[in-house]
């Protein structure tokens, strides 16, 4: 039973950082035609209603677990992807993707003191490997790095909100249904963004979103990888623990590669797969838990 509840949460974690990864393409059409904010604005609304669809109840919480989940639409939702966006205006897209891939070492020191997850040599051995292996997929083959203190940092600030988050999930892992979690989640992030949409200004050109491949793209984004996502990466949380499954975001910058490549006709070089090769190995290496390490606890939430 621990063995088939672990393959699951393996399998629901890197089945997600797939999607996640794919998300980049349908991000970059979109952005043609939309401001950052109101597409998460759009994709947040779009998940909400798709997971109230799925799941058409309210879930009763106490104020306390209200309040912690208004924290986490803020922290996993709102200010992670406004960092990582308004990074990219000050600093290179290979630093923002460089820094915001230390989220899982983070996420890790973060588990060590808060959740009692040890961290064991080999989650500092997978983070190294793993770590040089996303440096070279994200510059491959044209090595380009210029330090910018305001992109850098906010790139820095992305990946702790996301590690923060991570961290403040894990009480209600195995208390709330995943589904109502991450609608709650969706809620709170759409509540909070909307307000940078409207002082950003803009037209919203909605006769050009509800037509082809700008449709396609914000269904996407809505569906999947705000709504669906967000609840498997629960699942997988809840199943193999906030570390593990973190690890495997390191896979983000290569299914990202690799999409782009088929999508957007962007090359790959050799130095891409050698990167691909060193994250699967540091993936690898750090889900080899020391023994004695704490186990993540069942899962007694419905789905």
Not at 15 to 39: D, H, M, R
Not at 173 to 196: Q, S
Not at 261 to 285: D, N
Request: with cysteine; net charge positive.
């Amino acid at each position: 039973m621990r063995d088939s509840r672990t393959v699951l949460g393996h399998a629901l974690a890197l089945g997600t950082i797939v999607f996640w990864g794919s998300t980049f393409v349908a991000s970059k059409i979109l952005l043609e035609i939309v401001t950052p904010a109101q597409l998460m604005c759009s994709r947040f609304l779009i998940a909400y209603a798709v997971l109230w669809a799925l799941r058409p109840r309210w879930e009763k919480t106490t104020l306390k677990e209200e309040l912690r989940i208004f924290s986490l639409g803020l922290l996993g939702c709102t200010l992670y992807f406004l960092g990582e966006n308004n990074a990219l205006n000050f600093t290179l897209a290979a630093n923002v993707s460089i820094i915001v891939a230390s989220a899982p070492i983070l996420t890790a020191v973060l588990a060590h003191f808060f959740t009692g997850e040890r961290i064991g040599k080999n989650t500092f051995l997978g983070f190294l490997l793993a770590f040089f292996g996303v440096a070279m997929v994200v510059f491959n083959g044209a090595v380009v790095l210029k330090l910018n203190p305001v992109g850098d940092l906010l790139s820095l600030s992305a990946a702790l909100c996301w590690a923060l988050y991570s961290v403040g999930i894990t009480p209600l892992l195995n208390k709330m249904n995943p589904i109502a979690l991450t609608r709650k989640m969706m809620l709170y992030g759409f509540l909070t963004t909307l307000p940078v949409a409207l002082l950003q200004g803009g037209e919203f050109p909605l006769s050009f979103m509800l037509t082809g491949k700008y449709l396609l793209s914000l269904l996407f984004l809505g569906v999947v990888g705000s709504g669906v996502c967000y609840v498997t990466w629960n699942m997988a949380m809840s199943r193999i623990g906030i570390v593990l499954a973190n690890n495997y975001i390191y896979i983000n910058p290569f299914v990202t590669l690799v999409t782009a490549a088929v999508f957007l006709g962007e090359p790959i070089s050799l130095m891409g797969v050698a990167g691909a090769v060193l994250i699967i190995g540091g993936v690898a290496v750090s889900s080899k838990k020391p023994k004695g390490a704490q186990k993540a606890a069942p899962n007694k939430a419905g789905a």
